[in-house]
């Protein structure tokens, strides 16, 4: 059973990893484990794997930037930029990046799960999804009137061909 793309990009947005949920996959700020300590996931799954992240993370700053530097000349046009406006977007450019580093590195994992599920290479313990099952089971799928639907050897369904004929 397939985790869905949602749960896989929740569980990345709060820093976890994205195919048990564990936390603490972060020595430091800037310094991750390379596997995942619940269920074995190595997060560099392939040669040039966190390229996506560091665009991600641009991408982030970029459009803080654009929202910040837009914000500030809105509240002081018509006059010139002052220092304290300059600082203040400096500032951001500054430390966005590094507050959003370690969240960039599991959403960036969380989307490569996305796009290339989980293969044998990656570590993980195939019973590690079976696990999080809900208790009793996998929900069914489809629609709810047609998984309640007699099946053709229930009691209940008519065969013409068992009485010889039709009705």
Do not use: K, Y
């Not at 700053?61 to 910040?68: K, P, T």
């Not at 002081?76 to 450019?93: D, H, K, Q, Y």
């Not at 799928?141 to 008519?158: M, Q």
């Amino acid at each position: 059973m397939a985790l869905s793309g949602s749960l896989l990009l929740r569980r990345g947005a709060m820093r976890r990893c994205p195919v048990c949920g564990q936390g603490h996959l972060f020595r430091r700020w800037f310094l991750m484990e390379s596997a995942c300590p619940g269920c074995g996931l190595v997060f560099r799954r392939a040669p040039g794997h966190w390229l996506g992240s560091w665009f991600l993370n641009v991408l982030v700053v970029q459009s803080v930037l654009v929202a910040g530097i837009s914000v500030v000349v809105a509240l002081t046009w018509p006059a010139r930029l002052n220092a304290w406006s300059i600082g203040l977007v400096v500032a951001v450019a500054l430390s966005v990046p590094a507050l959003f580093f370690p969240f960039s590195r599991t959403i960036w994992t969380a989307i490569d799960l996305v796009m290339r599920p989980l293969d044998f290479d990656d570590g993980v313990d195939p019973g590690v999804e079976l696990s999080q099952l809900p208790p009793g089971g996998p929900r069914p799928r489809g629609r709810p009137w047609e998984r309640s639907s007699p099946s053709p050897d229930s009691p209940g369904r008519h065969d013409p061909r068992e009485s010889g004929g039709s009705r």
